[in-house]
């Protein structure tokens, strides 16, 4: 009789703690790690060969917003297709729990969800009826909360609703939700004070959850706001995580500073780590969603139907002449808001020509800002960017880099910095389901082949052992999450199995949707949702509620 359910035979463990790898096969049995080391005689039904590749814990998403499509897609494939075999949902304030007829609707929950429960026993006998593919930490969500409480009024909320505010976080955390989130930049959530904050925090943590914060701004009140989500964990005795850390807008540079800022918070006793998007594009899609007025572009709609509209408005000259003056408004107008401080360009040193057309005259400035592309044709960059529109349509693809590079380094570098997708788990397979429609971005598919790929491998920017920890067990500490990010006996078997010389992305702006190439397998509690690169449709994740199984 076999001793195993599962080996992985000849691989190079890493095993989360950043440790470098070491050779071992890895067995498996009813869900768990139960051995490591030389397994050459031992049996399994099922054997994966591991010759040449990387084996490490399952990834650990910091920052995602399945909640609502793991009841739509359950399989959440593009989150398996890059070995993310975690995701820490509820983020930036929107919850799927608790809900009414009043608080449906928000961002991340789109017509077509079909929603049976209210609160999160209901939404957690939901997932477990139906399965899903990865794990979810479920947290509650300050916009949700006050959608209901004060009817979706963004005004400071008065006693009684801070004490009802309250008892319903003080609820949903006794209850499983691993922390509390809020989305400080957007309404109805802008003009709560910090101290109600402070006092939705504190009952958070007296019932045992953590504070995640999308801060009150990212660009011109970086400073305060990261200061208030500093206070509020300080005041509240919490945990903090900084969502999606990232500096636009006027606080470009700012990066080093919020780097040692948080580092000092820490020294005074603070727990406080942050997550960071991968790429130097912020929430932003692309260069079209930046550059071009509502009236001529619709983000929403596909890129390759939306060249058709602007190439006849450019064959128009009035048409054309009124575009290329929006254009230049859009650009030099003040910015208020983490939308229009992340998404909204200012300079044309920030657009980037990521593609052109095969064959194209513009090929050289590949890789270049259009400010510094139109400065070697002796154009001005707003007509070389119509130019471009009109002579390369579909083919081109334009980047708009929200984040200074500097910044990013200075992010990446914290050993304190997790890795976030911010993004919804669907399916390249079901374009049709409502997440499909809206237009992805390349780190919908791509965030962790970027990372072993581009970031470490091609820039050695950071070891591949300590590019799994980040993905591993830095998340998993400090998420409270038991018995995972760590590959040793006795975890729960989330595993990754990665070939680091061949991981990359497919995926790019103009073409987001594609799955990785390099991640082999994936198990999640011992099941193989993804084999021989493709994702298998398994349902074995579970959700990692405070006190649930
Ligand atoms: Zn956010």
């Given amino acids: 009789m076999p001793e195993f359910d599962l080996l992985i035979r000849g691989g190079q463990v890493l095993d989360g703690s950043g440790k470098p790898a070491f050779r071992a096969d890895v067995a498996i049995r009813q869900g768990r790690v139960v051995e490591l080391g030389e397994l050459g005689r031992s049996s399994a039904p099922a054997v994966l060969d591991a010759g040449g590749l990387t084996v490490a814990p399952g990834f650990i998403d910091s920052h995602g917003h399945s909640d609502f499509a793991l009841a739509v897609n359950p399989p959440a494939e593009s989150q398996l297709a890059q070995g993310f075999t975690t995701e820490v949902g509820g983020n930036c ?3 799927p729990f608790p809900l009414f007829s009043d608080n449906r609707g928000v961002e991340f929950d789109p017509p077509g969800v079909p929603v049976t429960w209210t609160d ?7 997932l477990r009826e139906q399965g899903i593919g990865i794990n979810f930490v479920p947290q509650v969500g300050h916009m949700t909360l006050r959608q209901h409480v004060l009817r ?4 400071p909320a008065g006693e009684d609703e801070i004490r009802r505010l309250e008892n319903m976080v003080r609820e949903a955390v006794a209850a499983g939700a691993r ?10 959530t802008r003009e709560s004070t910090t101290e109600e904050v402070v006092r939705l925090v504190r009952a958070a943590r007296e019932a045992g959850g953590f504070y995640s914060t999308h801060i009150r701004g990212y660009g011109a009140g970086f400073p305060q706001a990261l200061a208030e989500a500093l206070t509020v964990g300080r005041k509240a005795g919490a945990k903090v995580i900084v969502s999606h850390i990232g500096a636009v807008g006027v606080s470009r540079g700012r990066g080093r500073w919020a780097v040692e800022t948080m580092e000092e918070a820490r020294e005074r006793g603070l727990r406080v780590a942050c997550d960071m998007m991968l790429y130097p594009t912020s929430g932003v899609w692309w260069g079209p969603r930046a550059v071009l007025p509502e009236w001529a572009y619709n983000w929403r709609c596909p890129w390759a139907d939306e060249v058709r509209r602007l190439r006849s408005f450019l064959g128009d000259g009035i048409l054309r002449a009124r ?7 859009r650009r030099a107008r003040p910015k208020a808001g983490f939308d229009e401080e992340s998404m909204v360009f200012s300079s044309w040193e920030d657009i980037w020509l990521e593609e052109v057309g095969p064959g194209s005259r513009y090929h050289r400035f590949v890789g270049l800002s259009l400010g510094e592309a139109a400065r070697r044709l002796s154009s001005d960059p707003g007509s070389l960017y119509l130019s471009l529109i009109a002579s390369e349509g579909e083919d081109l693809s334009t980047v708009h880099r929200s984040i200074a590079p500097a910044d990013f380094d200075a992010f990446l570098a914290d050993p304190w910095t997790m890795v976030g997708t911010d993004t919804v788990g669907t399916a390249i397979e079901r374009s049709s389901e409502p997440f499909n429609v809206i237009q992805a971005h390349p780190r919908h598919y791509g965030t962790t082949a970027r990372l072993l790929g581009l970031l470490v491998r091609d820039r ?5 052992a300590e590019a799994v920890r980040r993905l591993t067990s830095l998340p998993a500490s400090f998420y409270g999450l038991e018995d995972r990010g760590l590959l040793l006996s006795g975890a729960w078997a989330d595993v990754v199995v990665f070939d680091p010389s061949t991981v990359s992305e497919v995926g790019n702006y103009g073409r987001p949707r594609a799955y990785p190439r390099g991640f082999v397998h994936v198990l999640v509690n011992g099941v193989a949702a993804v084999k021989d690169g493709r994702p298998k449709g398994a349902r074995a994740g579970q959700l990692l509620a405070r006190s649930a199984v």
Avoid at 323 to 329: F, G, H, K, P, T
Avoid at 460 to 464: E, F, K, Q, R
């Fill in 93 to 95: 304030g929107v919850s």
């Fill in 120 to 126: 999160i026993d209901g939404y957690g006998r939901t």
């Fill in 152 to 155: 979706g009024e963004d005004r």
């Fill in 179 to 188: 922390g509390f989130s809020t989305g400080l930049d957007y309404a109805p």
């Fill in 323 to 329: 575009l290329r003056a929006d254009v230049e408004e």
């Fill in 460 to 464: 050695g920017a950071l070891s591949l």
